[in-house]
C-alpha cells in the first residue's frame, strides 16, 4: 500500500503469477467500448517499473488512525524505510516503535516474486508471512500485509477497462485484475481487484477489492499529496511529490483506517543489509532531526 504505502508467496503461488489463472473471475466493465489491452498492458507494465519509487532511499514518519463505525478513534505511529534491491522496491515497517510487547516490524518485498517478513519483540524469530495471514489485521487496525504488499498489481490476468474521467478520482486508467488459481483457492470470496492508475502520474489512485457480482470487500484510495524538499550534503536540490494520506476502508464493515504522513526524509542512502529478512530483528535509527520535514495535518 505505502508505495503508497505484506506475506510470503509460495513457489506454487509465485508460479502462478506468470502461469495459473483462475478461470472465469470477475467480469469487465468497459467505460467507453472495449478498450485497446495492447495499449493497456504497455501502460500496466510501464507501472510495475516506474509507479513505486522515490527516486532513491527515503524514510516516512506515519500514523495510522483507527476510526471504526462504532466505538473510540485510536493512533498507532509508525515509520518506513524504502528502497529498493534486485527483486525491485523493498520496505522496513514499524508499528509501534518503542512500545514493548507491542513494536511490531516488517519487511516487505514489492514485486513479481512479492513477500513479507514479520518480527515481533514479544514473539522472537522473525518469521515469513503465509498466504493465509495476508487479510489478517495489523496492530488493530484496517491495514493488512495484502495491503502492503499489494500483490495484485502484479497479477497476470487482467482487463483493461478504458479512462475514468475523474469523477472519483483524477483521470485514470482503470483495470480489473484477477487472482491467480492459488490465491483464489485460499481466498475463494475475492473475485478480483479495480485499480485505478492516474494518467498523469502513472501512480495508483484508488483500488477496490471485489467479491461475489463485484461487490466491493475493501477500498484503497489516496487522498492528498504534499510536497517534499530533496537535499543533497543539507542542500535544497529539488522537490518531489509524495502521498500524504491513504484511506482504508473495509466496505463491509464500514471500519476505517487513515495512513497519514507526519514526516519525509527523501534522497537517503541505506546499507542493502537493512533490507535483509535476517535484519529485521535488528533495530535501526531513522535519520537525523534536520533531515525529517515535518508534515502538518
Known amino acids: 500500500m505505502v508505495a503508497c504505502l505484506g506475506l510470503l508467496l509460495s513457489a506454487t503461488v509465485r508460479e502462478t503469477h506468470a502461469q495459473a489463472r483462475r478461470p472465469g473471475g470477475e467480469p469487465p466493465v468497459y467505460l467507453q467500448g472495449k478498450a485497446d489491452q495492447a495499449e493497456g498492458r504497455k501502460i500496466l507494465e510501464e507501472f510495475r517499473k516506474t509507479g513505486w519509487g522515490l527516486g532513491g532511499g527515503y524514510y516516512l514518519e506515519f500514523e495510522l488512525r483507527v476510526r471504526p463505525l462504532k466505538g473510540d478513534e485510536r493512533v498507532v505511529p509508525g515509520r518506513l524505510w524504502g528502497g529498493s534491491n534486485a527483486h525491485g522496491p523493498v520496505s522496513r515497517v514499524v508499528l509501534q516503535p518503542g512500545v514493548k510487547g507491542a513494536e511490531r516490524r516488517l519487511l516487505v518485498q514489492v514485486g513479481a516474486e512479492s513477500a513479507v517478513w514479520s518480527w515481533a519483540d514479544d514473539k522472537g524469530g522473525v518469521a515469513a508471512v503465509g498466504a493465509t495471514a495476508w487479510f489478517a489485521p495489523l496492530g488493530g487496525t484496517d491495514l493488512t500485509a495484502f495491503d502492503l504488499q499489494m500483490p495484485f498489481l502484479w497479477w497476470d490476468d487482467f482487463t483493461f477497462e478504458g479512462v475514468a474521467p475523474g469523477a472519483e478520482t483524477r483521470p485514470a486508467n482503470v483495470f480489473l485484475l484477477r487472482p491467480p488459481a492459488a490465491l483464489a483457492a485460499l481466498r475463494p470470496e475475492l473475485t478480483g481487484v479495480r485499480v485505478w492508475l492516474d494518467t498523469q502520474f502513472n501512480a495508483l489512485a484508488k483500488?477496490?477489492?471485489?467479491?461475489?457480482?463485484?461487490?466491493?470487500?475493501?477500498?484503497?484510495?489516496?487522498?492528498?499529496?504534499?510536497?517534499?524538499?530533496?537535499?543533497?550534503?543539507?542542500?535544497?536540490?529539488?522537490?518531489?511529490?509524495?502521498?500524504?494520506?491513504i484511506d482504508l476502508r473495509d466496505d463491509i464493515t464500514r471500519n476505517k483506517t487513515q495512513f497519514a504522513v507526519t514526516g519525509a526524509a527523501l534522497g537517503l542512502t541505506f546499507p542493502a543489509a537493512q533490507f535483509e529478512p535476517a535484519r529485521l530483528a535488528d533495530a535501526i535509527a531513522p535519520p537525523p532531526a534536520d533531515r525529517v520535514q515535518q508534515i502538518a495535518p
Open 207 to 245: 483500488a477496490v477489492e471485489l467479491g461475489k457480482d463485484g461487490v466491493p470487500l475493501k477500498s484503497i484510495a489516496v487522498l492528498d499529496l504534499q510536497k517534499i524538499d530533496l537535499l543533497t550534503a543539507g542542500k535544497k536540490t529539488g522537490e518531489q511529490w509524495i502521498v500524504k494520506a
